[in-house]
């Protein structure tokens, strides 16, 4: 179903749970692994992504179509995943570098996470980016995002997202050439 057509199921009072069930069946994979790319755990992604779509419930009337809808909801996704990354922090008074070791682990003893050594390598990686840079890098090598869309995810200039992709391939290539 395109865009227009669940928002108009959505604004119609008699369509409106049928437009926003199918909305989450269109979207909910997608946000599940774009916000698990960023927490790591899976049971921290599926709170975070049902707290997403809770988010959207509530403020769907105010999208004002002035963006995709896609890029609408990974904002939402998107500050969903920082502000909780950042709840955690203060939580447990823990600097980033600890908050990435604890993910790290996660990411050693996860059940849901499979695959190679190269790819717990590359995920490893990861977690040692700062947050920005991790997002950005999962949004455009993950996700294929073009810098447009990504820029309208996180409001920050294309420039900005080229430079904070490269400087996250530099850091990744090098993590992985010392480990």
């Known amino acids: 179903m395109e865009d227009k057509e669940l928002l108009s199921k959505i604004r119609n009072p008699e369509t409106r749970n049928y437009g926003f069930n199918m909305l989450v069946r269109t979207y909910q994979q997608r946000v599940y692994w774009h916000v698990r790319k960023m927490v790591i755990d899976h049971d921290d992604a599926d709170d975070l992504t049902q707290e997403v779509f809770i988010k959207i419930h509530r403020y769907i009337d105010n999208f004002r179509e002035d963006?995709?809808?896609?890029?609408?909801?990974?904002?939402?996704?998107?500050?969903?995943?920082?502000?909780?990354?950042?709840?955690?922090?203060?939580?447990f008074f823990l600097p980033i570098g600890d908050v990435a070791g604890e993910l790290g682990g996660k990411l050693d003893?996860?059940?849901?996470?499979?695959?190679?050594?190269?790819?717990l390598k590359l995920q490893k990686a990861l977690?040692?980016?700062?947050?920005?840079?991790?997002?950005?890098?999962?949004?455009?090598?993950?996700?294929d995002m073009s810098y447009e869309d990504?820029?309208?995810?996180?409001?920050?200039?294309?420039?900005?997202?080229?430079a904070s992709y490269h400087h996250a391939v530099k850091k990744i290539e090098e993590f992985l050439t010392q480990h």
């Open 150 to 162: 990504i820029s309208e995810v996180t409001e920050t200039s294309v420039g900005a997202l080229k």
């Open 67 to 91: 963006s995709q809808l896609f890029t609408w909801i990974y904002r939402i996704a998107t500050n969903e995943c920082l502000s909780f990354l950042d709840k955690k922090k203060k939580r």
């Open 109 to 119: 003893s996860s059940a849901h996470i499979s695959g190679d050594e190269i790819q």
């Open 127 to 143: 977690l040692k980016l700062p947050e920005k840079q991790r997002l950005v890098f999962n949004m455009k090598y993950f996700d």
